[in-house]
Structure formats: C-alpha cells, structure tokens
C-alpha cells in the first residue's frame, strides 16, 4: 500500500494571505495525484486531479505542484469558503487508492 | 447536472448488515465507474471498492473485502453498498463517489452526500 503524509496537519493563515499545504508519497506516483476540499458536514470536492489540472468550476488561485513523491497545494489568497479541510490521494496504484491524513486550514 | 444522491442515515446494531445506496442522473450511468469510500467520525477518507456499470467487475479494499459486496442496477441507474458483520469500527460517512470517464484515472470527481451508518448496541 501507498502511504501518503501530509503536513502540517493544521495551518492557521489569515485571509488573503497565501496557504501552502504539503503531501508526500511513499514511493513514487508519478504525476496521479488528486486534492480535494472538504468543508465542515460536506462531502469531499475535487480541486485538482493529476497533480496539477483543477477540476471544473475551481478557481484559479488553486493550484497543484509537483510529482513523484512530494506534492504542492497553494491556495494564493484565502477566502473565507477556502477554511476547510483538504486531502490528496494517489491514484498510481489503481485501484488500491489511498488518501492522507488531511490538512485543516484555519482562521489565524 | 451530475447528482448522486444516497439513501438515509441507518441505525444497526453489532453483528447486522447494511445495505446503502446510490441513485445516479445527469450522466450516461453506464460510461463511469462508481467507488464506495467512507470516513469514521473525525478521521479522514478511506477507499472501500470499486464497481464497473455492468457490475462484472469489483475491486475491493483488502481489510473489508470479506465483508462488502458493491453491485449496480442498470435499470434504475443505482450502485449499492453491502457491509456485513458490522462492529462499533464501522460507524461512519458511507460515500459513493463516480471515477472519471477513463476508467485508470481513480480519482472522483462527483460524490454523494453521504449516509451516516451508526452501528451501536
């Protein structure tokens, strides 16, 4: 099985500043890798899928980076609706896929 | 639109089965994977299996796959969930989520709204 970790496992930021959100792979992935949002009572919702296309409807200031191992989610200017919790995933190993332990972002 | 939308919170007590479902529109049901996830109370998000449309093809997560069946309805255009054996461990957000259109791409990109499936005595 894949273990992916991510860190820091809560990140306080203000709004408007810039959030950067780390996810690392036990081996390599290559370039399939997924982010996705999940906000408090909600289900989860796709942001970016092979490591660096955002999704339909998502906004530009998401962006994805990185492949192999490690991995870059920047949120460039939080907005309220982006407090939340996100997760990558690995989808290298279909379909054994996993998921990491998640990064809340918080109000600072 | 897509919309996947499941069946009620269940109550179930140790050593019962549960059967949840995943009525599908918006979309051609018999060109999409569907997956089954969940996520225990706080913790984060666990893969549980896989099902084609036609329903001759699963793939389940190692840890359950004595204990979950996912099969479909074409007729209906709905995906079900049956865990078996439930313990206290099993409490948690039951998912469906529908893969992309290829099918070696296993990330999701709609998700239902989840059923609460509570296993207590």
């Known amino acids: 099985e894949i273990v992916m970790t991510q860190s820091p496992a809560t990140l306080s930021v203000s709004p408007g500043e810039r959030a950067t959100l780390s996810c690392r792979a036990s081996q390599s992935v290559s370039s399939s890798l997924a982010w996705y949002q999940q906000r408090p009572g909600q289900a989860p919702r796709l942001l970016i899928y092979?490591?660096?296309t955002r999704a339909t409807g998502i906004p530009a200031r998401f962006s994805g980076s990185g492949s192999g191992t490690e991995f870059t989610l920047t949120i460039s200017s939080l907005q309220s609706e982006d407090f939340a919790v996100y997760y990558c995933?690995?989808?290298?190993?279909?379909?054994?896929?996993?998921f990491g332990g998640g990064t809340k972002v918080e109000i600072k | 639109q897509v919309q996947l939308v499941q069946s009620w919170a269940e109550v179930k007590k140790p050593g019962a089965s549960v059967k949840v479902s995943c009525k599908a529109s918006?979309?051609?049901?018999?060109?999409?994977?569907m997956h089954w996830l969940r996520q225990a109370p706080g913790q984060g998000l666990e893969w549980m299996g896989i099902i084609n449309p036609s329903g001759d093809f699963t793939s389940y997560a190692q840890k359950l796959q004595d204990r979950v069946t996912v099969t479909t309805d074409t007729s209906s255009s709905t995906v079900y969930m049956d865990l078996s054996r439930l313990t206290s461990e099993d409490t948690a957000i039951y998912y469906c989520?529908?893969?992309?259109?290829?099918?070696?791409?296993?990330?999701?990109?709609?998700w239902g709204q989840g059923t609460l499936v509570t296993v207590s005595s």
């Open positions: 995933q690995q989808f290298n190993n279909w379909p054994r896929l996993t």
């Open positions: 092979d490591a660096s």
């Open positions: 918006g979309y051609t049901f018999t060109s999409y994977y």
């Open positions: 989520a529908r893969g992309p259109f290829d099918v070696t791409r296993g990330y999701f990109d709609y």
